[in-house]
């Protein structure tokens, strides 16, 4: 059975960082294509950063030079660090992990609240 679980959501001010975890079991995650996503209130859910399995990352134009994707192999966690926070990024961070033709699976969230 795969599973996802987000971790490292909170409240912290404008200006801070946070360090999101998504701990994958059930498959390899360097074997998949992995993101986060997120969705803020009353919005649709948006992609904020990739990393393929090639290693190669891709950004939300909101967040590039603020936040970082990267994934532990050995651990099988992905990763988002963000930094410099602004309100706008409070949402609900999902992370999402997909297999070319076939398996996507998402996990079920983090909260993230930043405040003015």
């Known amino acids: 059975q795969v599973q996802l679980v987000e971790s490292g959501g909170g409240l912290v001010q404008a200006g801070g960082s946070l360090r999101l975890s998504c701990a994958a079991s059930g498959i390899t995650a360097s074997r998949y294509n992995m993101g986060w996503y997120r969705q803020a209130p009353g919005k649709q859910r948006e992609l904020v950063a990739t990393?393929?399995?090639?290693?190669?990352?891709d950004y939300a134009d909101s967040v590039k030079g603020r936040f970082t994707i990267s994934r532990d192999n050995d651990e099988n966690i992905l990763f988002l660090q963000m930094n410099s926070l602004k309100p706008e990024d409070t949402a609900v961070y999902y992370c999402?992990?997909?297999?070319?033709?076939?398996?996507?699976?998402w996990g079920k969230g983090t909260l993230v609240t930043v405040s003015v």
């Open positions: 999402n992990a997909r297999y070319p033709g076939g398996g996507d699976y």
């Open positions: 990393l393929s399995r090639s290693e190669f990352s």
